[in-house]
């Protein structure tokens, strides 16, 4: 499926974009991996048989950087995918005014500028697989987390604009949007929340993050390195401008 196909995987130095980049390696995918932690990130280059490249996505030319690497090395992009993102919980009248310039650079900004940058390449071979790894909060809100659901809403957005744009050109371009996905960003707020509460991790997992959800369990990586195979597959090929919901029922009341 992925057979010789140029992927840009950000994020992917652990989590969802390391679960990504795993599952597309397997399907035969010249992955091309992309984060700031460029120690963690070469070690898991390395056991993919991956390229790596180290970049601060908050920044523009970092940006252009990566896409200009992954062009001179391999002269095209098929599929590019968005996951780099960070968290800060705060009530809005607390929340730090640099810490919602970084996550919109990171969250927002950057994709835009990574699929405006990679999209000649798509355009002129007549197909390309664009994934924004959003998030149920990119559908719905929470309280507290006023840079990241503004970020993925506007995400949300893109997705859907890229997706009016690139159809006649062969390009699909959709979201991914689950609950509460089992990576370290996630059991840093597990930590975290279990602290300001006063209750256990398990406590924070079922009484916080999974009270909406009717399916009780946190979603493993791996199941969006799947979804996101999907997408890429000729099954996948008339589904553009989706809102991909992997939730457990959160959403759905």
């Known amino acids: 499926m992925l057979e010789n196909k140029v992927c840009i995987v950000t994020g992917a130095a652990s989590g969802i974009g390391l679960a990504i980049s795993q599952t597309f390696a397997k399907d035969g995918g010249k992955i091309v991996m992309a984060d700031i932690n460029e120690e963690k990130l070469k070690i898991e280059a390395d056991k993919l048989g991956a390229t790596y490249f180290k970049t601060d996505l908050s ?32 009530p809005i009248e607390d929340f730090p005014e640099d810490k919602w310039d970084l996550m919109m650079k990171i969250m927002l900004t950057a994709p835009f500028l990574l699929t405006k940058y990679v999209w000649p390449s798509m355009k002129q071979q007549g197909w390309g697989r664009i994934i924004n790894m959003n998030s149920m909060h990119g559908l719905v809100a929470s309280e507290f987390k006023s840079a990241y659901v503004s970020a993925k809403h506007g995400l949300a957005g893109l997705t859907k604009t890229a997706a009016l744009e690139g159809g006649q050109y062969g390009i699909t371009v959709n979201s991914i949007c689950p609950a509460y996905v089992r990576t370290p960003l996630v059991d840093g707020q597990i930590e975290s929340q279990a602290k300001a509460h006063g209750i256990s991790k398990e406590a924070v997992v079922s009484d916080i993050m999974l009270q909406k959800a009717v399916i009780k369990k946190l979603i493993e990586p791996d199941t969006i390195g799947d979804v996101a195979m999907f997408l890429c597959s000729e099954a996948g090929s008339h589904i553009t401008g989706s809102m991909m919901t992997i939730d457990g029922g959160w959403t759905a009341g």
């Open 59 to 90: 920044k523009r030319e970092d940006c252009k950087a990566l896409v200009d690497f992954t062009l001179e090395k391999y002269l095209k992009v098929d599929v590019l995918v968005n996951v780099a993102g960070i968290q800060t919980v705060s």
